[in-house]
């Protein structure tokens, strides 16, 4: 081998381990996130009913710092997690909880039909 095949395979060796530890501490993160929103999500069911009805008002007397987007995130993780035998981390979870942001290429693909309504609008036994 010439040197500069072996500064080329001394370079693929460096970034190869960059890469294979920065995905292990992602990994380990993101399973900490997870038990993290699972928990909350949970405090949340239970707040619920401590809120006699006025969720979204209790929340932004109780917790302001916590979205509304947020809290249904975590309550949306917590009662997956409910349905699951093993929790397994997947995209919609990390979507949630906006450790990746989801990238559309063409905008016009894109079909909702969701009615945007203000966040403060209702409350109905979840966060909607």
């Given amino acids: 081998m010439n040197e500069l095949q072996t500064a080329v395979v001394?370079?693929?060796?460096?970034?190869?381990?960059?890469?294979?530890?920065?995905a292990q501490n992602a990994k380990a993160s993101a399973a900490d996130a997870m038990t993290a929103a699972i928990n909350a999500g949970n405090y949340l069911a239970q707040a619920e009913t401590l809120s006699n009805g006025r969720m979204?008002?209790?929340?932004?007397d109780n917790v302001p710092d916590l979205t509304h987007e947020r809290a249904k995130a975590y309550l949306s993780i917590f009662?997956?997690?409910?349905?699951?035998?093993?929790?397994?981390?997947?995209?919609?979870?990390?979507?949630?909880?906006?450790v990746i942001d989801q990238k559309i290429s063409n905008p016009s693909d894109v079909v909702t039909t969701k009615v945007d309504a203000p966040k403060w609008m209702a409350w109905r036994g979840n966060i909607c």
């Fill in 10 to 22: 001394d370079q693929i060796k460096y970034y190869h381990f960059r890469a294979e530890a920065f």
């Fill in 79 to 98: 009662r997956t997690s409910e349905t699951r035998s093993e929790m397994v981390v997947d995209h919609r979870q990390l979507l949630l909880l906006g």
């Fill in 56 to 60: 979204l008002s209790w929340l932004r």
